[in-house]
């Protein structure tokens, strides 16, 4: 276990329902797994994750990213 026992990832279901999966190795604390509805909330916890398994254009192919 990483970040002081607590580690996130997210997933995307074949149909592309994204899910956020918490998991602890805390005693007494309950791993989750919970959907989120709104596609910001996945791109927003995309951004925040130490480590990506594939590149964004491949986990979010409907979301433009424009140019700052």
């Not at 990483?2 to 990832?9: A, F, I, K």
Request: with cysteine; net charge negative.
């Amino acid at each position: 276990m990483e970040r002081h026992g607590r580690n996130t990832y997210l997933y995307k279901t074949p149909r592309g329902v994204t899910l956020r999966c918490t998991s602890h190795c805390g005693r007494g604390e309950i791993d989750r797994l919970e959907p989120l509805p709104f596609l910001y909330e996945a791109v927003a916890l995309y951004e925040q994750l130490p480590e990506m398994e594939v590149k964004f254009e491949e986990a979010f192919p409907t979301v433009d990213v424009e140019e700052a």
